[in-house]
């Protein structure tokens, strides 16, 4: 039986993805480039896959102004996260779960602090047993395994008593490698990469109603 659901945070969650897309491609393009989205996907899901202030820097030829181009696009970036909200079927998967008892957390390369930033405004930030995060260490991001395996110990649950749900190849990869059967939600940023990895692949979580999903292991 199915005891927990564990979620990816950006791009699953809450879209991030597409912001940050957005607000990295006009950066580049202020210096008269494009920013590369096969490089850029490199970095979905992870740290330290793609570091997109380096690469520009190698396309223009000479140092930038990093702090100064990092403020301004990380404002950019944040002015169009606040205009997302939960992506669709979230809020259903986590009723289901609190109905049934099922113990939910978030599973993240990302910091803390940037997921409790956004779970505030959204006012989704209690009722989770566990928030497990990179918190800027590339050892343990994914697709390497640590999180979810970190994770099923806080939870006290084993890997085929968990779903994780993600959107992105390197946390499909992540999931896998710990043995956790995985659903990919893919965004409009990473619904071009390969999922075929996952267990299952929908457009859309609302495409599933979490019972029928459950029912699947009964």
Sequence with gaps: MIRAFL???????????????????????????ELPLGRWAEGIGTRGGF?????LEELVGAPVERDRIDARRRAHELSL??????????????????????????????????ID????RLEQDVGWDAIVTADHDETRAKPRPDLYLE????????????VAFEDSPNGVSA??????????????ATSGLELDDADLVLGSLTELPPAELLERFS
């Excluded at 979620?7 to 607000?23: C, K, M, Q």
């Excluded at 570091?51 to 690469?55: A, R, T």
């Design 81 to 114: 996260i606040e205009a997302e909200e939960l992506r669709p079927g979230i809020a259903e998967y986590l009723a289901e779960a609190e109905r049934r008892g099922l113990k939910r957390a978030i599973v993240s390369s990302s910091s803390r602090a940037w």
């Design 175 to 188: 999931a896998h490698a710990a043995r956790i059967f995985c659903v990919a939600v893919p965004n409009p």
């Design 151 to 162: 994770a099923l110990d806080v939870l006290g649950v084993a890997a085929e008593e968990a």
């Design 117 to 120: 930033l956004h779970l505030a």
């Design 51 to 55: 570091e997109p202030i380096e690469h």
């Design 7 to 33: 979620f990816d945070f950006d791009g699953l969650i809450l879209d991030t993805e597409v912001p940050s897309r957005e607000a990295w491609q006009h950066v580049y393009r202020e210096h008269g480039y």
